[in-house]
T-cell receptor, first 108, second 115 residues
Framework: SQQGEEDPQALSIQEGENATMNCSYK?????LQWYRQNSGRGLVHLIL?????REKHSGRLRVTLDTSKKSSSLLITASRAADTASYFC????????FGTGTSLTVIP | GAVVSQHPSWVICKSGTSVKIECRSL??????MFWYRQFPKQSLMLMAT?????????EQGVEKDKFLINHASLTLSTLTVTSAHPEDSSFYIC???????????FGEGSWLTVV
């Protein structure tokens, strides 16, 4: 079953701009993770934020978590063409359930 | 990060036959493995969770007799699609995690086409 929903479903930006993707989920979580998937490939883990954290940074990535609203956001700053991919949030309790994903296109 | 190897990457089979997909953790002991199915431009749908040495736990709506999962060792899990039909054509992805780790590592996925 699907736990999270991302919005927007698709996002197209110019290289150098920032990209923001949002994820909403339904139940209580232990932590939330963001993954990246290049077309037709497996997923790559980007960042994990625990339920007691509100914000986390990793390089050009910034993740926020609002457990009261059951939502998270992923910000990619200074985007590059190589950032073009689908991005999924995944909530972890006993299993890993993925959101619907955001397809990001960064135009050179 | 840890490496999960999935094989084959591409497979074409005839309707009615069975096909096996292997998922190996190369540098860690995958006490838990997950199998996902993904249709084009859609998200990953969890099919089943397997713990080494135990029977897999299937998600609602997933036929356990059709999608046989074996997790006999800490480094290998297999998914067998039995009596495959064209509607089983999809991208199948496995992942594994060690112990109580919060991070799961994904294989590169297997494209199954049933003709």
């Amino acid at each position: 079953s699907q736990q999270g929903e991302e919005d927007p479903q698709a996002l197209s930006i110019q290289e150098g701009e920032n990209a923001t993707m949002n994820c909403s989920y339904k139940t209580s979580i232990n932590n939330l993770q963001w993954y990246r998937q290049n077309s037709g490939r497996g997923l790559v883990h980007l960042i994990l934020i625990r339920s007691n954290e509100r914000e986390k940074h990793s390089g050009r990535l910034r993740v926020t978590l609002d457990t009261s609203k059951k939502s998270s956001s992923l910000l990619i700053t200074a985007s590059r063409a190589a950032d073009t991919a689908s991005y999924f949030c995944a909530t972890t309790g006993n299993q890993f359930y993925f959101g619907t994903g955001t397809s990001l296109t960064v135009i050179p | 990060g840890a490496v999960v190897s999935q094989h084959p990457s591409w497979v074409i089979c005839k309707s009615g036959t069975s096909v096996k997909i292997e998922c190996r953790s190369l540098d860690f002991q995958a006490t838990t493995m997950f199998w996902y199915r993904q249709f084009p431009k859609q998200s990953l749908m969890l099919m089943a969770t397997s713990n080494e040495g135990s029977k897999a736990t299937y998600e609602q709506g997933v036929e356990k007799d059709k999608f046989l999962i074996n997790h006999a060792s800490l480094t290998l899990s297999t998914l067998t699609v039995t009596s495959a039909h064209p509607e089983d054509s999809s991208f199948y992805i496995c992942s594994g995690k060690q112990g109580k780790s919060n991070t799961i590592y994904f294989g590169e996925g297997s494209w199954l086409t049933v003709v």
